[in-house]
């Protein structure tokens, strides 16, 4: 019986580390790297390559999408003042989300997914209503979770850590990498 097939966006090598595992018992698992919101380059590199190894320890397929910093910045122009966690972080959700909806369409995968709920301040309350939006108006399924429950976040963090896996110390854009610095 074939499993239906998953697009999954992946923000980072942590938040792969366990998810797609999981997943992969219901569904044929693609992850798709897509996060034009990453800043700067050098930071996107050392974040797709940690991708790129979980993929490998997992033997799932990767896809990577474009890196195009400047319609992620055109999409949230006006937002660079708001709180980490505000409205640009869900403008930020929204169109990392749209695209992966859009790809799995493309590709005709059954359902799309994020590992960004993973993370303790990535809130499902946040990301999951966006997902459903995208996914009536792409029409494609998407699959909704709260990955950091039942132990996921640990979970993540403890194979990142085992298999040597990049770790970041910022959410990925320019406006969450200058307030670790205040």
Not at 34 to 57: D, G, L, T
């Amino acid at each position: 019986m074939n499993k239906p097939k998953l697009l999954l966006h992946t923000c980072c090598g942590i938040c792969g580390a366990w998810i797609p595992e999981k997943l992969s018992q219901d569904f044929d698992v693609t992850i798709f790297y897509f996060n034009p919101n990453i800043h700067p380059r050098e930071e996107y590199e050392k974040r797709v390559e940690a991708v790129r190894q979980m993929s490998e320890f997992l033997k799932l397929p990767m896809i990577e999408g474009e890196y195009n910093p400047p319609v992620w910045f055109d999409k949230v122009r006006g937002l660079a003042n708001e709180r980490e966690g505000g409205a640009r972080c869900a403008v930020c959700f929204e169109v990392r989300l749209r695209k992966t909806a859009e790809e799995a369409k493309r590709l005709g995968f059954d359902y799309f997914a994020t590992t960004l709920t993973v993370g303790r301040f990535k809130p499902a309350a946040i990301i999951n209503p966006i997902g459903e939006k995208i996914a009536a108006e792409v029409g494609i399924k998407f699959l909704a979770g709260d990955f950091k429950k039942q132990g996921g976040e640990m979970a993540s963090q403890k194979r990142g850590k085992e298999l040597g896996i990049y770790h970041q110390n910022y959410c990925g854009c320019v406006y969450s990498k200058l307030r670790i610095k205040n």
